[in-house]
């Protein structure tokens, strides 16, 4: 192991840094092992242990599975664990086992029984034996971070799928005012069939695939919306806009005259070109009622897709993720309570308000079916309108394993609110719905369509707790 490891490949000409994987890096990234260029990767024996514990978790026990394959391709690979095992990313990284190095003198007030206080003993440990190494903890836990400072070691988050503050404030910016020459306007409606009232696009209006823009004349009057639509910019009429007949709210009239967000939101949502659409928005925004809205007409009057399905983590007291619990009762029973936001839509659109009845043989006939995310992988979403809710609470890879599992004929609503997030694997810069987000972005296709709702809609006391309360604990 690391303690019989060839000198040659410590000496002080050797500048490579050395970082040391907690157990919740390899669980949320299991291809972490690959991400560290040439430096080396220490795993220690007690972070093993702990994965295997994880193996049947319902949440993270793929991701577990997943880091023991390929730890044992790896090993199959090399000559002499004690050499180190060669990474193959392209960059002569090396991966070590770490085990039985501990410091010589170790605060007495952290116990040894605990596998944190462990790892730090075997970091200050590797320290002592290698002086001229550098060594660096890499843990998404805040707390051993923290300790890890206090006991002089040097921590870091794991950074590869996180994005920058500044570039998450960026999500949540108004709908883009797009002014209009006279002979733009001119040419946009010379046409008598309103289907094909566009304009070609110009490069200088920046404009991501899909997105929309408020228009206004040369004397600054608004006078309806468009859509980027390859190269060119299709028109639609704001007050025409309608999901299961419900328009556009605007709840504050003292700051807003309309909502451009939920009317761009409507559009992307009802499109059959757009067949990943990801939402964000704070609570109380419109999230849940314009895709739910959307996936009704859509599928009952529309006939557009044979089903919906409803998606969301499930984030439980037992900190496990997706764990339903193993009392009796049927999945979708127990999934129902964490489902009440979508319920409560679907009682609201089948006019039902005073009886369950109604949504209740929606549900029992199967059109509209609840799923739990950890049994995604034998799910058939074929021909469905697939709402994944809070995705927020999920990881980049649970977003991956769903969206292959879409059709040709599928369309993907994703939703969620990078504030609110619930799991302690994650935080509001790692999470599925920012990764999914930040790619549609940097990967633009037709089929793809990224909308943030800004304006607050559900009531004014809901408003009141949102602005108060959250101003309040910032100061």
């Known amino acids: 192991m690391f303690q019989n490891i060839d000198l040659n490949l410590v000496n002080a000409e050797d500048s490579r840094s050395a970082y040391v994987l907690d157990t919740n890096v390899l669980l949320h990234d299991p291809s972490s092992l690959f991400r560290f260029e040439e ?29 023991s394959v390929k730890l044992e391709q790896l090993l199959l690979r090399a000559e002499s664990a004690e050499q180190g095992i060669p990474i193959p990313n392209g960059k002569d990284g090396l991966l070590f086992f770490t085990e039985s190095i501990f410091a010589q003198n170790f605060p007495s007030e952290l116990s040894m029984t605990y596998k944190d206080n462990a790892i730090l003993s075997q970091i200050i440990g590797l320290k002592e034996k290698f002086p001229q190494r550098n060594f660096i903890l890499v843990s998404k836990d805040r707390n051993m971070r923290i300790k890890a400072g206090a006991l002089n070691i040097e921590a870091q988050d794991y950074l ?4 920058s503050e500044e570039y998450l404030a960026s999500f949540f ?17 010379k046409s008598k069939a309103a289907g094909s ?7 200088k209006w920046h404009l991501y695939e899909n997105e929309g823009v408020a228009l206004f004349d040369p004397n600054n009057q608004f006078f309806g919306m468009a859509i980027r639509k390859g190269e060119r910019l299709h028109y639609f009429d704001y007050y025409s806009t309608k999901v299961m007949d419900s328009p556009p709210k605007v709840l504050d009239t003292d ?22 659409q990801i939402i964000i928005g704070k609570a109380g925004s419109g999230k849940t009622h314009i895709a739910m809205a959307a996936g009704l007409e859509k599928v009952f009057k529309e006939r557009k897709y044979d089903s919906i399905k ?30 009440r936001p979508f319920l409560e839509k ?37 021909n469905s309108f697939v709402i994944f809710d809070e995705a927020q609470n999920a990881n980049p890879f649970q ?22 997030i619930d799991s302690i694997y994650l935080d509001k810069y790692s999470n599925a719905l920012i990764n999914l987000y930040e790619n549609a972005i940097n990967n633009p296709t037709p089929f793809t369509a990224q909308i943030c709702l800004v304006q607050l809609v559900r009531s004014h006391t809901s408003r009141w707790f949102e602005n108060t309360i959250q101003a309040r604990d910032h100061r």
């Not at 990767?41 to 319902?58: C, F, G, M, R, T």
């Not at 590869?160 to 994005?163: Q, R, S, T």
């Not at 006019?351 to 799910?379: C, F, H, P, T």
């Open 310 to 339: 409803l998606i969301k983590p499930i984030v439980t007291k037992s900190r496990l993720g997706e764990d339903i619990g193993f009392l009796p009762g049927s999945v979708k029973r127990k999934l129902m309570p964490k489902m």
């Open 346 to 382: 679907l009682r609201l659109f089948t006019n039902n308000s005073d009886s369950e009845e109604g949504y209740r043989k929606l549900l029992d006939s199967g059109v509209i079916e609840i799923l739990n995310l950890a049994d995604i992988r034998g799910s058939d979403l074929a």
């Open 197 to 203: 009232w566009d304009i070609p696009y110009r490069k």
């Open 173 to 189: 910016q108004p709908i883009k005012n797009l002014q209009l020459e006279e002979d733009e306007i001119n040419q946009l409606f």
């Open 160 to 163: 590869h799928d996180k994005i």
């Open 399 to 420: 977003m991956r394993t769903l969206g292959t599992r879409l059709g040709e004929d599928s369309k993907l609503i994703v939703l969620g609110d990078p504030t609110q």
């Open 255 to 276: 700051h807003f005259e309309h909502n451009f967000e939920q009317a761009v939101c409507m559009q992307q949502a009802m499109d059959d070109d757009i067949r990943i």
């Open 39 to 67: 430096h080396f990767v220490l795993v220690p024996l007690l972070v093993l242990d702990e994965i295997d514990s994880k193996k049947k978790d319902p949440s993270i026990g793929y991701n577990a599975r997943d880091i």
